[in-house]
């Protein structure tokens, strides 16, 4: 009698385990495909991305900044957290090292322009940019904002201002709506 309950103790033990594994593998696969789906969607908008910036390049030959979206505006929600613009250089002459910084103009609300640049939280500005001669930056630069709650909503004009070897290149405006939730 002990060794058939054994057995029958192995056998259920078995299975458990055959089938718990079974899951674990249809899971594991699950997850590859998941994230094989992301990044081939993520490749898939910096492809439509990168044709955009080449686009707008090609349509005029002296421009020298694209801003993502190409209206220059952008809207942000009080609480936001990592929503931005981004931001293309092209080198219509030699090899170069550029850099740029942003600053606030005016804003139609209450704060400050401090407070207004303060809203920036990543790539606010950059040094030694190297891009060579007759080409756009191989990768672009999202500037991303953090909005805290407390903000009251209102528009702020932010100035781009790229520089080359220390002159003045070329600069842009961008428009940032700060709505409440």
Known sequence: MKKKAAMEMSVGTIVTIVLLMTI?????VLIRTIFKTATTSIDGIDD??????????AEDDNRKIVVQPENRQITLKKGDDGNGFGLFIRNVDETAQFSYGISSQEASCDISLTEAEDLISLNK?????????????ENGILVMFKIPETIPPCQIVYTIEVEREGKAYTSADVIATIEGK
């Open 48 to 57: 439509a991305m990168r044709s955009q910036v080449q686009k707008l390049f």
């Open 24 to 28: 674990l593998i249809l899971g594991l």
């Open 125 to 137: 500005q950059r040094n030694a940019i190297t891009i060579p001669g007759g080409n756009i930056m």
